[in-house]
């Protein structure tokens, strides 16, 4: 379910972004942007690896430098915002109010699942609250 007409490799390619993968990302790092280099970890899911490349192109498109709170939470929002489908979640939500299945459900983490849910807009906040207090 989830949303399908975002590419996020087809973005970093009309962006001109270079993405490089890597063997060696630390432990419990799975991408990073340096240098305006984007860093995924080799052989990850595709599923985890797509929300791993949204989030990452994020801080490419504002050439973030450094860990700051701030920025990986824009990010997270951000990638949230073009991977998370409103009606797919909301599909989701009838059939049960569990975040983490919903974000199964939605091929997200359940850290982006809850950025989308704190970031959509009070008609969206709304529906989304109601759906998932059930």
Do not use: K
């Not at 001109?16 to 860093?39: E, F, H, K, M, Q």
């Not at 983490?109 to 989304?128: D, I």
């Amino acid at each position: 379910m989830e949303q399908a007409w975002y590419d996020p490799w087809a973005h970093a390619d009309d962006l001109g972004a270079t993405i490089r993968y890597r063997d060696d990302i630390p432990r419990g790092i799975s991408g990073a942007y340096l240098n305006g280099v984007i860093y995924l970890r080799r052989r990850l899911p595709r599923a985890l690896e797509r929300c791993i490349l949204a989030h990452e192109i994020v801080h490419y498109e504002h050439d973030d430098r450094g860990y700051y709170p701030m920025s990986e939470y824009r990010a997270d929002r951000i990638a949230a915002r073009r991977l998370i489908d409103y009606d797919g979640f909301m599909a989701s939500a009838r059939r049960t109010n569990d975040l983490g299945r919903i974000a199964r459900d939605l091929g997200v983490p359940a850290r982006l699942l809850v950025a989308w849910v704190r970031s959509s807009g009070t008609h969206e906040t709304g529906s989304v609250l109601e759906h998932l207090i059930r």
